[in-house]
């Protein structure tokens, strides 16, 4: 358990600062303003609410309910929490991640060669280069062929077993690069402790052809270890028993080896991490060596390059022209000020089908807290809750209720130009639909116009739209590793300027640890062979109940 971190200079509690006072009288005298007339009265405003990033990525903010004095207002907000110097001990190695005293350096995973990142004294970006060598040499030994499983097969399928950012970041990646991947493997990722997942997903492998990666920050995690057991009795079964087969079947990424050592992988088979970055923060990280296989070393590579653009333009770019901290602005402003619960991400492309669950865990995980830094509990809402699926699936499901429901949904678009499967005239009717669902968000129908197109009076109300639902739209010229790069760390900072003005600790998260113990606890009573267990009543009857149905 780390010490007390020594106090931080004192920080006037986030809703006393004048700044966040003229954001709260800004709101109460503008927020009945509808984005028809803030249109309507700035012919510049797509425009001036408009920015270009890194690798040709726009962002358009204009149909966010926000007007130039509002962004002024909040970026005066994120001034006076004390931005740059976060972000300067963000990048600088600092111990920003108090509560478990570590630094937070995953923009040293994608730091060039040339630089210098100093934890604890040592230079760090060293040995994130070494490890990415050996990934490099691994990945190709599996993609040509070289490396044979334990009966001289090559490897056929590839399965990563581990759980949240050892699992989701590596699982979403793989289906957002599909198109540049190796089509003569096959990629699973395994992460649920019910037995299904792990069931369904080796159905049809042959254990000479399956290579296992087992990634855990810890190497101790429930699910994963519970997996990679049931993995290595199903590789040993199928093999014969022959306990050598491990080495040429199973791989680790960890920052534990004593624990992979234990487990019985050789750590000749192990690629490392540190803990200086988070699980959730940790997927252009050796937990991405599934990836690597997938794509190949050098897309993997121009998969950093790409974060690595990103990095320095939220490092670099002043802040009113900063994508991440204009995203996390507008978040906060949707929030905070009108009262938005949710955040709808919405990518226009199939293949970024898990994108929105890859940012559930980075988002959510990072910033659901409820105390400050300094153990305060928080009078101002904090990270809302994240979800989405990619269009125009959506649309046929719950668009409905951004479009006429009562709860105000902001709305991510992520959209790209070129296709990646140009068949007919699919992108553009795509491209089409993204753009329509943002401009009926933001401008509605009236009910005059409603009632001008001859619907019944009855009718009408039902066929109305408020409008003034704000969205952001994204709009890139491909997904390409590099992109894929930058649109991921475009998010990580967001969740970091977010957690700054909040004055939370996004790179802790003791809010998972409760419901793990109980578990501990309940295992062993649901086999009946304890003593009566001592819970409240409801989980003792269900207890009770679980037995009786598995007659124990
Ligand atoms: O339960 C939460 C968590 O600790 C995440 O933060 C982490 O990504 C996940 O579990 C998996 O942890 P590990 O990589 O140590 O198995």
Redesign the pocket.
């Known amino acids: 358990m780390p010490n007390a971190p020594a106090p931080s200079p004192v920080r006037q509690s986030l809703t006393d600062l004048p700044e966040w006072k003229a954001l709260q009288s800004h709101c109460a005298q503008t927020s009945h303003e509808h984005l028809r007339e803030m249109f309507k009265n700035d012919p510049t405003r797509a425009r001036s609410l408009s920015t270009d990033g890194p690798g040709g990525m726009f962002m358009d903010y204009s149909k966010q309910r926000v007007t130039s004095q509002t962004m002024d207002l909040l970026l005066s907000l994120c001034e006076a929490c004390g931005l740059r110097a976060r972000i300067d001990a963000m990048f600088r190695g600092d111990k920003i991640n108090v509560t478990e005293d570590r630094a937070v350096l995953h923009v040293a995973l994608r730091a060039p060669r040339t630089s210098r990142i100093m934890v604890d004294g040592i230079d760090v970006v060293p040995e994130v280069h070494q490890v990415l060598d050996r990934m490099s040499t691994f990945a190709d030994s599996i993609r040509s062929g070289a490396w044979k499983g334990h009966t001289g097969k090559r490897i056929r399928h590839v399965i990563n077993i581990?759980?949240?950012?050892?699992d989701l970041g590596p699982a979403m990646a793989y289906d957002a690069l599909t198109a540049y991947s190796a089509r003569d493997i096959s990629f699973r990722f395994v992460s649920n402790v019910d037995a299904t997942d792990f069931a369904e997903k080796t159905r049809d492998c042959d254990p000479a052809e399956t290579l296992f990666i087992v990634?855990?920050?810890?190497?101790?995690?429930l699910e994963?270890m519970t997996n990679a057991s049931t993995a290595r009795e199903w590789t040993l079964k199928g093999l014969g028993g022959d306990a050598t087969a491990v080495a040429k079947h199973f791989v680790a990424v960890s920052t534990n080896a004593q624990k992979v050592k234990a487990f019985g992988i050789d750590t000749a088979n192990m690629f490392g991490f540190w803990d200086w970055i988070?699980?959730?923060y940790?997927m252009d990280s050796a937990i991405g060596l599934s990836t690597m296989v997938a794509v190949g070393p050098s897309a993997f590579r121009e998969m950093l390059g790409g974060f690595h653009e990103m990095d320095e333009h939220f490092r670099t770019t002043p802040f009113a022209k900063n994508l991440p901290v204009i995203m996390a602005l507008v978040g906060l402003w949707n929030s905070n000020f009108l009262g938005a619960q949710t955040l709808a991400v919405l990518p226009y492309d199939q293949y970024l089908d898990r994108f929105s669950a890859y940012l559930q865990?980075l988002e959510m995980?990072s910033n659901g807290k409820h105390v400050t830094l300094d153990g305060t509990r928080v009078k101002w809402s904090t990270c809302p809750a994240v979800w989405g699926q990619p269009g125009t699936n959506g649309q046929h499901a719950f668009y409905q209720m951004i479009h006429q429901g009562t709860p105000l949904v902001p709305c991510d678009f992520i959209a790209f130009c070129e296709p990646l499967n140009p068949i007919g005239t699919h992108q553009d009717l795509l491209i089409a639909n993204v753009l329509a669902q943002a401009e009926a968000l933001a401008f509605g129908k009236t009910l005059e116009e409603v009632e001008a197109e001859g619907s019944a009076q009855w009718l009408a109300p039902h066929r109305q739209f408020d409008g003034n639902r704000p969205s952001t739209m994204i709009l890139a010229p491909k997904l390409t590793p590099a992109m894929l790069g930058r649109l991921i760390a475009l998010y990580e900072h967001k969740v970091f300027v977010q957690g700054t003005i909040w004055g939370i600790n996004s790179f802790d998260?003791w809010g998972?640890e409760l419901g793990?113990v109980l578990a501990q606890r309940i295992i062993p009573e649901l086999s009946g062979s304890t003593p009566k267990p001592a819970h409240d009543s409801s989980t003792q009857q269900l207890i009770g109940r679980y037995r009786a149905g598995r007659r124990r």
């Open positions: 581990g759980i949240g950012g050892s990634c855990s920050k810890t190497f101790t995690t994963t988070g699980g959730r940790s865990q995980e998260q998972v793990k």
